[in-house]
């Protein structure tokens, strides 16, 4: 598919590259920029900076960033048609391309969020209205869960049909090969929908489109959950149940509640916690806590009290701890769950809860206390060994040194037993460094001189009148001259349109690191002179020097009349003349 030009400009034109990364990243401003942590690798200290002026921004720790198209690729992990698509629609752009749902016509991405959000459509259109549904309805209804919210989470139904979703799509023209790969239907059976006789969760992105489904069985014909298969846009250890709708609360309050499953979701949001989500069917994982870090500095984790809960609570705290949140955990009744605690007690119960949790070091050690016979010394060992991972996945040196404290405290023990068993067992994860570049580029004084006229575009002219491309001897500096001068034939100003025409790579990675820093701000048109007339002054006294060569390597029997020589000793004074005017 290809994007005109002038709508990828119109795009770049309408977003604020400030406030897109905002979408992101916490960014406070700074010296002209803005800084905040790099969403794409874990760091304490902010090394992600934007430029508002440049519409670029930059992590001077991992070396990633670009401008606004740049970013949503890597963030969102889209292709380029994809990431244009998702900023024209945030701009109000209409880029006026095929709407035909069948991917050859546009782009796969599109085309499925058009289905998915059809299919929810249908989903909640039964749910409210067919006979078919009536027990998931009744359900809904048992487990406390108003009408306001089942409409906000745009709950549904899938009815006991093997043939109506199939038919359904086909007539919209949607092709065999299309619907094959959408995750609706069943791998053995091409035509069966996956989702049958069950209530239909959407699940939908932080940008509020429908991308998958859970779906609750009703009748005890299979597992009770099941979700949407890996597709182009569901992926179900990177989502997270109810995102959407908690994205803003979690923004405002910097915190989350992380709970079990999609009915506890739905719950916490009725006693007004408006700020929970959960993991899809599965283990949290890291890329989910990562989502969650963007927006949040702390959560509280509430999972069931059963043995299962506080083994996934042990584990989501260890996660949280490895990339920076942090996270205490509230403690519910064994055998129940937050929509059990509505019903039983009122919301009010389950926000006292939720307000009073314990720090996940508390709750881990009660729960190895209630396993093991700490008056024992081998329940004594296995606690501290059970409370180790924990400890381990800390990234302050206080907290960790304030919970090895702790740990000795509550135990009875020196500390110097549980700090030597710690510093024996421990297994400190091995942090990679930044990655480096495929190719460490030298900055030539030609190199230095095309950076300082990408940064000052307005001040290109002096270079591109006294210098071509043929008079630059560094490959670098040579490439990034000829895509400035495709830019400026183009008319594209922006920065992001020079470094689509550079493609990835080190020269790519260098400029967008010396256009976030400042380097090229002080006095830019004085820079830009002194330099071309030095890579002036430099050719000219390399073509002396080639004259002086053949002069003194000058051979007469090889020419067939001396006037050669005359000629190359005449070129000489004229170019020995022409550097002492230059340098005059």
């Known amino acids: ?102 991917p050859e016509f546009t782009g796969k991405r599109e085309a499925m969020l058009e289905l998915y959000k059809r299919v929810c459509g249908s989903f909640q259109h039964i749910l409210k209205n067919s006979a078919s549904a009536e027990a998931a309805r009744e359900y809904i209804s048992s487990r406390g869960i108003s009408d306001e919210i089942a409409e906000t989470f745009q709950l549904g139904f899938a009815p006991d049909d093997i043939k109506w979703l199939y038919n359904f799509l086909k007539k919209k023209n949607y092709s065999d090969e299309f619907l094959k790969e959408s995750g609706l239907f069943s791998r053995n059976y091409e035509k069966y929908p996956l989702f049958s006789n069950r209530l239909v969760f959407p699940i939908f992105s932080i940008r509020d489109e429908v991308i998958g489904f859970s779906g609750r069985e ?39 509640v992380l709970c079990e499953g999609n009915v506890d979701v739905l719950a916490l949001h009725q006693a007004g916690i408006k700020n929970s989500v959960a993991p899809l069917g599965t283990s949290f994982t890291p890329d989910q806590a990562k989502l969650l870090k963007r ?153 230095y001189l095309m950076l300082a006229g990408a940064a000052n575009r307005d001040y290109f002219n002096i270079i591109s009148s006294s210098l071509g491309v043929d008079d630059l001897k560094d490959k670098n500096a040579a490439l990034l001259y000829r895509a400035i001068l495709d830019c400026e034939d183009a008319g594209e100003v922006s920065v992001e349109s020079l470094l689509m025409r550079l493609g990835e790579g080190s020269l790519k990675t260098l400029l967008v690191e010396k256009l976030s820093s400042s380097q090229f701000l002080i006095n830019p048109e004085e820079v830009i002179r002194d330099s071309v007339k030095t890579i002036i002054l430099r050719n000219m006294v390399y073509s002396r020097n080639e004259l002086e060569l053949k002069i003194k390597t000058f051979n007469s029997s090889e020419l067939t009349s001396s006037d050669e020589l005359g000629r190359l000793i005449s070129e000489k004074l004229v170019l020995d003349k022409k550097i002492e005017d230059f340098k005059r």
Not at 23 to 48: N, R
Not at 73 to 82: A, P, R, S, T
Not at 331 to 336: A, C, D, F, L, N
Request: hydrophobic letters at 35%; a negative charge; proline letters at 5%.
């Open 295 to 447: 927006y949040a500095d702390s959560g509280v984790i509430v999972f069931d009290g059963d043995s299962a809960g506080q083994k996934a609570s042990a584990k989501a705290s260890i996660i949280c701890e490895n990339i920076g949140l942090d996270v205490s955990v509230a403690e519910i009744p064994s055998g129940t769950d937050p929509a059990d605690i509505i019903e039983k007690d009122g919301p009010e119960m389950l926000q006292k809860i939720v307000k009073c949790p314990i720090t996940s070091f508390e709750y881990l050690f009660k729960c190895a206390k209630e396993a093991n016979d700490i008056k024992t010394p081998e329940g004594m060992e296995r606690t501290v060994r059970e409370l180790f991972p924990y400890i381990t996945s800390i990234r302050s040196d206080v907290k960790r040194d304030v919970c090895l404290n702790k740990l000795a405290e509550k135990l009875g023990i020196g500390k110097e037993s549980i700090l030597s068993d710690f510093l024996r067992q421990k297994k400190v994860p091995v942090r990679r460094g930044v990655e480096k570049k495929e190719e460490i580029i030298k900055i030539s004084d030609e190199l």
């Open 1 to 102: 598919m290809i994007i005109p030009e002038e709508k990828i400009q119109e795009i770049k034109d309408k977003i604020d590259i400030v406030d897109l990364v905002s979408e992101y990243v916490t960014l406070k401003p700074k010296g002209g920029q803005y800084w905040g942590l790099c969403p794409f690798h874990d760091e304490k200290t902010p090394s992600f900076s934007v430029t508002p002026s440049k519409e670029i921004c930059w992590c001077f720790g991992c070396q990633k960033g670009g401008g606004a198209i740049n970013f949503i690729m890597e963030i969102e992990k889209l292709g380029f048609v994809d990431a244009v698509q998702m900023l024209a629609k945030k701009a109000g752009i209409d880029l006026e391309l095929e709407k035909n749902p069948d």
């Open 218 to 256: 009703l009748g005890n014909r299979g597992p009770k959950y099941i979700n949407t298969p890996e597709t182009i846009l569901f992926h179900k250890g990177s989502q997270l149940f109810g995102i959407s709708k908690s994205f803003e609360q979690i923004r405002k309050t910097r915190t989350f």
